[in-house]
């Protein structure tokens, strides 16, 4: 029924609790796991249009976090390599949400693997929520990695 | 843990004291130095002062979140102050500054950073919740206003 799951990494420490989760389900049920970091280009955009960024900032902080997400996918590939699972990777640049949705639709993926959510301000912060974004858009399954860090540490070194 | 939620009232100060944008920056900074969550002071400080020499962190509606990243700090930190009359700090609407957001960022950070002042603008873009937040009296009440709204 599952063959291939996508999980979401933005460089947050949940987000490789939810990696090491991927990677166990991935091993755990013999699924094929990919792995995505985007470059959220609306973010920095929306970020010089509130004077927060000037646009000198704005490309300097872009190419940092393709260098991050770079890193971020390395590290990812590593854990799964120490667990024996393969894992296929994407940098992308754009829209998280967006990007998340094209990369699931073009690989097939059955299901989007995106760790907790977090607790929101107001409604209107949901908008600006780039996982929350990722729940509403991607027309496949959500799956929520919400355990603690101790369960997923277990059960990641339990495989 | 977000950095609006990772906030305690030992990086909170109300009201700061300082009366100039250089000493509110060195006051903001030295309330992190003095949690031990900056080593080279000096190295940051420039950092700070280089971005503020280029377009100042001043925004509109009396806030400011001056930032930088590099070497310095071990983790993502901010600080936070409220000077309840305002500072000239050079804002885009030439409006006094009140509510100041000091952020600072390690190398290899970048995500979290950005994530941190998209938080911060998200907080401050309200503005019944910004009058609120210049109202406060206490740091423990500026943190609750920031944790409950």
């Known amino acids: 029924m599952f063959k291939k799951i996508l999980v979401y990494i933005d460089g947050t420490e949940e987000s490789l609790l939810a990696a090491r989760y991927a990677i166990t389900m991935a091993k755990t049920y013999n699924i094929e796991l990919c792995g995505i970091y985007v470059v959220n280009l609306n973010v920095l955009e929306d970020l010089v249009k509130v004077n927060i960024f000037i646009p000198t900032e704005q490309a300097d902080y872009e190419k940092d976090m393709e260098a991050d997400g770079q890193k971020y996918l390395n590290y990812l590939k590593e854990l799964a390599e120490a667990k024996g699972v393969a894992v296929e990777t994407v940098l992308a640049k754009g829209n998280v949400a967006e990007e998340v949705k094209k990369t699931a639709l073009a690989k097939n993926v059955n299901i989007v693997i995106i760790c907790q959510l977090k607790e929101l301000l107001s409604r209107s912060e949901a908008f600006y929520d780039e996982k929350e974004n990722i729940v509403h858009r991607v027309p496949m399954p959500v799956f929520i990695v919400k355990e603690d860090k101790e369960k997923i540490l277990n059960l990641y070194n339990s495989i | ?149």
């Open chain 2, 1 to 149: 843990m977000t950095v609006l939620e990772t906030l305690t009232e030992d990086v909170v100060k109300v009201p700061l004291t300082s009366e100039t944008k250089i000493e509110i920056l060195d006051e903001l900074l030295e309330i992190l130095v003095a949690k031990g969550l900056v080593k080279n002071r000096e190295k940051v400080f420039q950092k700070i002062m280089a971005r503020e020499e280029q377009v100042s962190t001043g925004l509109d509606h009396g806030i400011a979140i001056p930032h930088a990243k590099g070497e310095g700090v071990d983790s993502l930190v901010c600080a936070v102050g409220i000077k309840p009359e305002g500072i000239d700090f050079e804002s885009h609407d030439g409006q006094p500054t009140k509510l100041f957001f000091l952020v600072i960022a390690p190398p290899g950070q970048t995500g979290p950073h950005i994530e941190a002042l998209k938080e911060i603008a998200v907080l401050v873009s309200d503005n019944t919740r910004r009058e609120k937040l210049f109202q406060a009296k206490t740091s423990k009440e500026l943190l609750s206003i920031i944790h409950s709204v």
